[in-house]
T-cell receptor, first 109, second 114 residues
Framework: AQRVTQPEKLLSVFKGAPVELKCNYSYSGSPELFWYVQYSRQRLQLLLRHISRESIKGFTADLNKGETSFHLKKPFAQEEDSAMYYCALSPDSNYQLIWGAGTKLIIKP | EPEVTQTPSHQVTQMGQEVILRCVPISNHLYFYWYRQILGQKVEFLVSFYNNEISEKSEIFDDQFSVERPDGSNFTLKIRSTKLEDSAMYFC????????????FGEGSRLTVL
């Protein structure tokens, strides 16, 4: 079964501390993985996708096929990173995205 | 910067009533989607639409649901006879390609069925 698991509903870290939001997936083929972010009172927006291998707002995510993971990392958290983060999987590149439950990230001053 | 817009932002309706949620995708986009998120649950895919027809739909998208692109700019989701369990946030999204990997979302329409 296709599934995306984000084990942490809430993650709270201090400003300047490293952040890692976990995402594991279950899919037999070669999925495309994404991180979407929703800041307070704003719309869902793409943060990054594994195929582009870029760093956005200091965040990176590496697809680990052996561990079926796509964890989102940032070395030094900033207060403006506080948001809801969703990991999503696109099976067969058709954008019927399968979503994780989301992790609420709170950055404490 | 172009955005996907959705109306209404919040609708309250009685069970059994018909509801139409409206979306204006980004103008040069060709692929349109509806997702929903029941409070406290995951975002779920409902339907994708391309070239004036449904390209994919989920099990949730049963005969009570329909989509339409009536005039080349709007993209609507109709629920024929609402049920309590249809209460959710409904998100419209669009993209310019099936393969770019980025969906542009609207702010959502919150539907409350009483």
């Amino acid at each position: 079964a296709q599934r995306v698991t984000q084990p942490e509903k809430l993650l709270s870290v201090f400003k300047g501390a490293p952040v890692e939001l976990k995402c594991n997936y279950s899919y037999s083929g070669s999925p495309e993985l994404f991180w979407y972010v929703q800041y307070s009172r704003q719309r869902l927006q793409l943060l990054l996708r594994h195929i582009s291998r870029e760093s956005i707002k200091g965040f990176t995510a590496d697809l680990n096929k052996g561990e079926t993971s796509f964890h989102l990392k940032k070395p030094f958290a900033q207060e403006e990173d506080s948001a809801m983060y969703y990991c999503a999987l696109s099976p067969d590149s058709n954008y019927q995205l399968i979503w994780g439950a989301g992790t609420k990230l709170i950055i404490k001053p | 910067e172009p955005e996907v817009t959705q109306t209404p932002s919040h609708q309250v309706t009685q069970m059994g009533q018909e509801v139409i949620l409206r979306c204006v995708p980004i103008s040069n986009h060709l692929y349109f989607y509806w997702y929903r998120q029941i409070l406290g649950q995951k975002v779920e895919f409902l339907v994708s639409f391309y070239n004036n027809e449904i390209s994919e739909k989920s099990e949730i998208f049963d005969d009570q649901f329909s989509v339409e692109r009536p005039d080349g700019s709007n993209f609507t989701l109709k629920i024929r006879s609402t049920k309590l369990e249809d209460s959710a946030m409904y998100f419209c999204a669009s993209s310019d390609s099936e393969n770019t990997g980025e969906l542009f979302f609207g702010e959502g329409s919150r539907l409350t069925v009483l």
